[in-house]
């Protein structure tokens, strides 16, 4: 059966304290891994999408890189304002164009 | 340059009544898909629909719930006789084309209540 697991659910940082966030899978086949935050009440917002083992992506104080077993979201000297749940989704072959989401990990950057 | 839209932003129905939730996609994406969440869950995979075709409908309940996307106008989620459970947040994302591994992006979702 395909998983995806997020660590930790919660994640409590100090300012400019960096750290990363986990998500890792076990899929029959992954097409692709996408990286998104979503903030209260609102929308998932796409961050990043990874396709094959090695490949990293960057964006501002984000990093994603990906293994055959597992995502990573670096966050580097993180802000108050990078406080959000972080959803790791897959994309699976043979399996249409449905994302299997896994259950975030809530940020909070405390100044 | 217009992202996804939903409405209505909320919606509050009593139980036996129905629901109707709108999705205008992106611009000149062509396809359209529809999570929900529930309370304390993660994002659960509705359906995925192109113009005037279901394609993948393996996550919606099998009463009840149905969904659109016309050749013209917004895609539209449907759920009749509303019972407390189906309270959640109804996400809609839309991408250009599956086959090229497009991303998906959201919109800001309806928040269903039920009485």
């Known amino acids: 059966e395909d998983q995806v697991t997020q660590s930790p659910e919660a994640l409590r940082l100090q300012e400019g304290e960096s750290s990363s966030l986990n998500c890792s899978y076990t899929?029959?086949?992954?097409?692709?891994l996408f990286w998104y935050r979503q903030d209260p009440g609102k929308g998932p917002e796409f961050l990043f999408t990874?396709?094959?083992a090695g490949e990293e992506k960057e964006k501002e104080r984000l990093k994603a890189t990906l293994t055959k077993k597992e995502s990573f979201l670096h966050i580097t000297a993180p802000k108050p304002e990078d406080s959000a749940t972080y959803l790791c989704?897959?994309?699976?072959?043979?399996?249409?164009?449905?994302?299997?989401f896994g259950q975030g990990t809530e940020l909070s950057v405390k100044p | 340059n217009a992202g996804v839209m939903q409405n209505p932003r909320h919606l509050v129905r009593r139980r036996g009544q129905e629901a109707r939730l709108r999705c205008s996609p992106v611009?000149?994406?062509?396809?359209v898909y529809w999570y929900r969440q529930l309370p304390e869950e993660g994002l659960k995979f509705m359906v995925y629909?192109?113009?005037?075709?279901?394609?993948?409908e393996s996550g919606m309940p099998k009463e009840r719930f149905s969904a659109e996307f016309p050749k013209e106008g917004p895609s539209i989620l449907r759920i009749q006789q509303v019972v407390r459970g189906d309270s959640a947040a109804y996400f809609c994302?839309?991408?250009?084309?599956?086959?090229?591994?497009?991303?998906?992006?959201f919109g800001p979702g309806t928040r269903l209540t039920v009485l």
């Open positions: 994302a839309s991408s250009p084309g599956q086959e090229s591994y497009n991303e998906q992006f």
């Open positions: 989704a897959l994309l699976i072959y043979n399996q249409g164009g449905k994302l299997i």
């Open positions: 990874l396709y094959s």
């Open positions: 629909l192109q113009k005037e075709n279901i394609i993948d």
């Open positions: 611009k000149g994406h062509s396809h």
């Open positions: 899929v029959s086949g992954l097409r692709g």
